[in-house]
């Protein structure tokens, strides 16, 4: 189309800075947003509401896909609007429902926006410390803890639910233990991240894979071959364990795979799998059996 390439940095910052907060805050957004009523007793967010924060993301793609000669505050501006409203929303809701328990997921959305507007920032020049990889590196574990919290909460729910159904046998066994155990040394990693120890922060994501194995130990993991909805939650939150200790030995060693590589393991194989297991749990039809078959090739002269 003759159009120069989108830059933030480089094209490669730019890249990686849509993949995270671009698609993941668009995930996340998609899926805070339809468990709010759930979660808070709000009102569903609909309407104009709706309509302004797909206009504010949508601005933010747009604001980051032309020269850099613009000035960096109409590069963050949306970015910031966009999580800003979402916080709110969420803020809203927990305080009519009096749902206090969710009263730091706002938090949670606020810190998205603020490291979001950091990576901007950072990939132009506008910051040293942290500087574009860093930033690279915390949205990535941002998101890795985000999966491990969602997926592994609903997998073996979900994966029980169908076995029960099914009378398949035995129910997924849940540890708790390991579940408030496995985000430590992922929020650790986080901090080492921001700090600048990235040694120290390889270490602790080689244990948090560890122990987010640990979790899937007793899912039925087998067992949910054969129904694909469940199927796609158990390979979606696969991804987080080994995308950790491969991003934990890159940061280590010199390995065949870079750090790049590993981090597209987490971002494509857990945040985008867990995208697309969420979205084929909801397309099935209630009580209807998706079984997994065998594929078919066939030859196509």
Known sequence: MGLPPPLLGTTTLWHAHEMITGFGGACMA???LTALHNWTGGRPVTGHTLALLVALWAG?????????TA????????GIAFYGLFAIIYARAVW????????FLPGVIAALGVFDALFVAAARGAVSLPD?????RVLVLFFAIK?????????PRFTGNWIRLSGMGRLPVSRPLATRVGL??????MGLTFGGAWRAASLAL????????????????LTARRYAPALMLHLAFAWVPLGLVLTGLAGLFRLPWQETDAIHALMMGAMAGLAMSIALRARAAPGRCCACRPFRWQATG
């Open 147 to 155: 999966v491990s919290i969602v997926a592994g909460g609903m997998t």
């Open 71 to 78: 000035p960096l505050a109409c590069g963050i501006a949306p």
């Open 96 to 103: 009519q429902g009096r749902r206090w328990g969710w009263l």
């Open 206 to 221: 080689i244990l948090a894979g560890g122990v987010q194995l640990w979790r899937m130990w007793g899912w039925r993991s």
């Open 60 to 68: 933010a793609r747009v604001a980051l896909a032309f020269d850099e």
């Open 184 to 189: 430590g040394p992922m929020l650790l990693a």
């Open 30 to 32: 998609a899926y805070f």
């Open 132 to 136: 574009s990889i860093v930033m690279t």
